[in-house]
């Protein structure tokens, strides 16, 4: 079995840039910068021959390449007890209409829809029993935080692999965003 997500990689400028404000937040545990990513889509567990349909499928996937900005930080849920810290992401129409074109081309290959609207963000750290108070002073602080924007021209499927405590992501396709896009 294959453990699958379609992302857009990061560039390390940026990953420096979020390692930048990490900090002893009690109950954060900080993703490391090389798994920092933009999830377009996660897919889950799926086999082989679901595995080749989706690597297919994926490659049908047409849009231009196009700037991406991040800019502030925030939580989910937001109502609730903090489990996800977040940089956000600008919903920019090419951002859309490319991660628009992944939802389809995955239902096309057997993969049933997401059911959640499409909430794009980086997930910078995992939180467990954070008080939402240091998580509210925390945004606060960095509520500033924008890196300069950057070109996205491809996606990506990655597969997670896990060993023990830990999780490394396997990078298996490439899907280049083409300037005639479409």
Do not use: C
């Given at each position: ?13 940026l ?87 992944v939802?389809s ?5 057997g ?6 609207p ?9 939180l ?5 108070s ?49």
């Amino acid at each position: 079995m294959h453990r699958l997500f379609v992302a857009i990689e990061l560039p390390d400028t940026l990953k420096e840039e979020v390692f930048a404000i990490r900090n002893d937040l009690p109950g954060g545990r900080w993703v490391s910068p090389d798994q920092l990513h933009l999830t377009l889509r996660f897919i889950g567990e799926v086999d082989e021959q679901t595995l080749l349909a989706v690597k297919k499928g994926l490659s049908t996937v047409r849009g231009a390449p196009f700037q991406l900005a991040v800019a502030g930080i925030g939580h989910f849920p937001p109502a609730k007890s903090p489990r996800i810290l977040w940089a956000g992401v600008h919903a920019d129409s090419t951002l859309l209409l490319v991660q628009r074109g992944v939802e389809s081309a995955l239902q096309h290959a057997g993969i049933p829809g997401e059911t959640r609207p499409f909430a794009p963000h980086i997930t910078i750290a995992r939180l467990k029993g954070t008080p939402l108070s240091l998580v509210r002073e925390f945004e606060q602080l960095h509520g500033s935080f924008a890196p300069s924007p950057f070109q996205v021209a491809a996606f990506h499927l990655f597969e997670s692999i896990f060993s023990g405590n830990s999780v490394s992501h396997v990078k298996l396709a490439e899907y280049p965003l083409s300037r005639m896009g479409g």
